[in-house]
Antibody, heavy 121, light 106 residues
Framework: EVQLVESGGGLVRPGGSLRLSCAAS????????MSWVRQTPGKGLEWVGR??????????DYAAPVKGRFTISRDDSENTLYLQMNSLQTEDTAAYYC????????????WGQGILVTVSS | DIQMTQSPSTLSASVGDRVTITCRAS??????LAWYQQKPGKAPKLLIY???SLESGVPSRFSGSGSGTEFTLTISSLQPDDSATYYC????????FGGGTKVEIK
């Protein structure tokens, strides 16, 4: 059974950093296109970034609002996806989901339970 | 960026009603569109992909249609369990989500 479990969220001051983890089970993370998606009451669902599978080159792409501040990585030995978030702003406050892409497409058949990140002074 | 516009933003219907939600793309996305259902406190759940393909395990009362810039999600006979927010998502160019449609049961 495929499962995605996020951890690492919490309260952080503006300008601070946080690293989210997404532990995957039931499939091999490096064989999937994985994304981070965030959700706020005001802006709805917003794609954050994606890492392609190893066989597709492992290319990483980011949405404009987070490019240069957020970094996606993967630990194949731990079957875990990461989102390193630096220079956090209040607008980054959201529930963050890791999600598994279907094949080489950017739609998602499995999602984590979501983890809340609050950026506030 | 491709913008996705859903309508209506909310709708209220009775059990057994036929319900239709519309999603418009700011430019052609061919058939690269997915629909999700989200209940409060839960992650989105995939219903439809490639505009009209039903995800395994999803009840057949859900259907999708459209291509290009205009798409619809139809629930043929609304059930109490269908009370949720529905989102469209394009994946033609990276990906973007619509603003959501909240479906309430009268």
């Amino acid at each position: 059974e495929v499962q995605l479990v996020e951890s690492g969220g919490g309260l952080v001051r503006p300008g601070g950093s946080l690293r989210l983890s997404c532990a995957a089970s039931g499939f091999t993370l490096s064989n999937a296109w994985m994304s981070w998606v965030r959700q706020t009451p005001g802006k709805g669902l917003e794609w954050v970034g994606r890492i392609k599978s190893k066989t597709d080159g492992g290319t990483i792409d980011y949405a404009a609002p987070v490019k240069g501040r957020f970094t996606i990585s993967r630990d194949d030995s731990e079957n875990t996806l990461y989102l390193q978030m630096n220079s956090l702003q209040t607008e980054d406050t959201a529930a963050y989901y890791c999600s598994k892409g279907v094949g080489v497409h950017n739609f998602f058949d499995y999602w984590g339970q979501g983890i809340l990140v609050t950026v506030s002074s | 960026d491709i913008q996705m516009t859903q309508s209506p933003s909310t709708l209220s219907a009775s059990v057994g009603d036929r319900v239709t939600i519309t999603c418009r793309a700011s430019q052609s996305i061919s058939v690269w569109l997915a629909w999700y259902q989200q209940k409060p406190g839960k992650a989105p759940k995939l219903l439809i992909y490639k505009a009209s393909s039903l995800e395994s395990g999803v009840p057949s009362r859900f259907s999708g249609s459209g291509s290009g810039t205009e798409f619809t999600l139809t629930i043929s006979s609304l059930q109490p369990d269908d009370s949720a927010t529905y989102y469209c998502q394009q994946y033609n160019t990276y990906l973007t989500f619509g603003g959501g449609t909240k479906v309430e049961i009268k």
